[in-house]
């Protein structure tokens, strides 16, 4: 049974409206059994009672119940919910409330708990999705329920989280919204205003209007992003392509949900004259960067920060999305929660280019966070991880468009089609970028200590497949991509193994070269997992160059991709200090090769 003791300690009824709660009923007496009990009959599930109240206390928010354990089971939504499938609200969980309260309006009077206007937004019943009873729902953590409400509807649920916040209650929960026939994309509670009791015009306003109502989207000024802000990194001063001063605000980390971004007013514009009708093309291999060691500043050149997430090739078609990785393999079901990325542009058909990433606690993207997902296959794995590990869709560019081909078009004109055919969601983005100024975006980063920038030519077409000058990365993490090609044996209280034998692809000569080997950077979980998928081989491939002699080696077959930060090569191209950071799932053995380096050409900067 639910407690009020909370709640009735909080409050003084003398001075306060609210219902103080009926006392607990007793325990009915247990019904006499049927003598035949084959003639029993399952009882029909009652449904049960929920409510949303819009609470003018010092902050606006709003307070979602359900009935539950005979007391209504009470979460604070700062935001409100909202029929948005891309969004998800924080719930913070407060005290039980009576059943009294289901109907409760009016003021409460200044100097009592939670003092404000109070009116009943929503009302309705819901039911739970499954045999397990909501209580228990409630206790695991993990609460699904359909609602039939007046203003909202359709199935939901209730995660909680695991904050490593500091100062963390244990109180957070996210409220999401599923994707089901009652789903309305750009949704939010300033959409549905009034009390469903008095009528929408009952809405009588909060004497802290000022600080505590949230402004109407409409009349939102844009927000100046602090910058390529989910990285950390302010960019005040810079010149910035006209994506950034609209830029969407910086989605909190990991745990936290990110924020919703109200849609921007659809805008219709011109082709290039470099766009050509043609059939959409069943398949795109992305555009690759050159490594590159001067960084450089040019009004002709654009600059991004680079993620550290996986490459995603994105087709929209019908109203459906698909994903694809670099190697061209399909991940749309992985990712569920960008799902609504159909309904995020403004197209019948398009190709799109980006990076799906995952943010750590410190809004820089986390490639560790993101290989929790990388490799999920079961649905309640994928649920799971999802709550746990959410990921952001990073779009930088736009390939195909309303059966045109872009690929011919400069960048320039690629990105402002694609800002105004997007309209933003709190998973999926738009990649900003800064004109001219590299040299500072790359102090910048380095700042704050992210992996490093891109660096892209605005006159540059798109070349699939390709890897271009007209697209260069600078790094300030140095990473190597490398085939696992064997493993040696575990010493002292090591398990499973001791270190991976590194190669990379030599694509002129058709073979694998040895460039060391890999013993840091592994949990104990991360041991067992890699060495069951290492298939043992009785020797190695005599295409396989440099090998040393060692001893208690198991070679294995060339499949696996490992993603290596190291300090810097050796005079015979071999990795030093290096560590393990996971595997790269979208990656072929043959694309990890040592990447060619503009290291001895000229500038770009003089060149263009």
């Not at 409330?97 to 009592?112: D, M, Q, S, T, V």
């Not at 009785?538 to 040393?548: N, S, V, Y």
């Amino acid at each position: 049974m639910g407690s009020l003791t909370e709640y009735r300690r909080r409050r003084h009824f003398q001075q306060t409206p609210e219902p103080a709660g009926a006392p607990a009923a007793k325990p009915a007496a247990p019904a006499e059994k049927l003598r035949n009990p084959g003639l029993q009959l399952q009882a029909r599930p009652q449904p049960r009672r929920f409510c949303v109240q819009e609470h003018h206390a010092s902050r606006l928010h709003y307070d979602f119940r359900l009935e539950m354990d005979g007391v209504l089971k009470s979460w604070a939504v700062p935001k409100g919910p909202t029929l948005d499938p891309d969004v998800r609200r924080l719930a913070m969980q407060t005290e039980d409330h009576p059943l009294e309260y289901l109907k409760f309006e009016g003021a409460i009077p200044e100097g009592n708990y939670g003092a404000g206007e109070v009116l009943v937004w929503d009302l309705g019943e819901y039911e739970c999705v499954g045999a397990v009873p909501p209580v228990k729902q409630w206790e695991r953590g993990s609460l699904k329920f359909r609602l039939r409400g007046k203003k909202l509807r359709g199935e939901f649920a209730l995660a909680h989280m695991n904050s490593r916040r500091e100062g963390s209650q244990g109180n957070e929960w996210l409220l999401i919204k599923k994707h089901d026939d009652a789903a309305v994309y750009g949704d939010s509670v300033e959409k549905h205003p009034g009390s469903v009791l008095r009528g929408p015009r009952a809405r009588r306003p909060p004497r802290t209007a000022a600080k505590s109502r949230p402004e109407s989207p409409n009349s939102r000024k844009p927000r100046r992003a602090k910058g390529f802000g989910d990285q950390g990194v302010q960019t005040a001063g810079l010149k910035s392509t006209p994506a950034l001063a609209d830029a969407p605000e910086t989605p909190p980390a990991q745990a936290a949900p990110p924020p919703e971004v109200p849609l921007p007013p659809a805008r219709h514009a011109d082709f290039p004259p470099e766009a050509r009708r043609v059939a959409m093309p069943a398949e795109l291999p992305p555009m690759l960067a050159v490594l590159s060691e001067t960084v450089f500043s040019s009004a002709d050149w654009q600059y991004e920060i680079k993620w550290d997430g996986v490459r995603c090739l994105a087709a929209v078609q019908a109203g459906q999305s698909r994903l694809f990785s670099r190697n061209r393999r399909e991940i749309t079901a992985v990712y569920p929660e960008l799902s609504g990325l159909a309904q995020a542009v403004e197209a019948k058909t398009a190709w799109l280019d980006g990076e799906i990433v995952a943010l750590n606690r410190e809004g820089r993207s986390s490639f560790h966070d993101l290989q929790q997902r990388m490799n999920l296959t079961d649905e309640a794995g994928i649920e799971a991880a999802r709550l746990k590990f959410p990921v952001t869709f990073y779009l930088f560019d736009l390939l195909y468009l309303d059966g045109r081909s872009l690929l011919q078009a400069p960048l320039s004109e690629r990105r402002r089609l694609l800002r105004e055919r997007l309209r933003p969601s709190a998973f999926i983005r738009y990649s900003d970028a800064v004109v001219g100024e590299g040299e500072r975006l790359f102090a910048l980063a380095r700042q704050r200590q992210l992996e490093g920038i891109i660096a892209k030519r605005l006159a540059s077409e798109y070349r699939p497949g390709a890897r271009s000058r007209d697209w260069l990365k600078f790094k300030l993490v140095r990473s190597q991509e490398a085939v696992i090609l064997g493993y040696t044996d575990p010493r002292g209280s090591r398990r499973h193994f001791g270190s991976l034998l590194l190669g990379a692809y030599d694509p002129g000569r058709r073979r694998f070269r040895y460039i060391g080997h890999v013993g840091a950077g592994f949990s104990d979980s991360e041991l067992a997992r890699l060495k069951a998928r290492l298939h043992g081989i009785p020797k190695p491939d005599a295409a396989i160059a440099g090998l040393p002699r060692l001893h208690d080696v198991h070679w294995t077959r060339p499949e696996l991709v490992a993603e290596i930060r190291f300090h810097q090569w050796t005079p015979d191209r071999k990795l030093r200090a290096p560590v393990f950071l996971g595997i790269r799932e979208d990656k072929s053995p043959r694309e990890a090769v040592l990447e060619p380096t503009s290291r001895s050409e000229s500038s770009p900067a003089e060149n263009s």
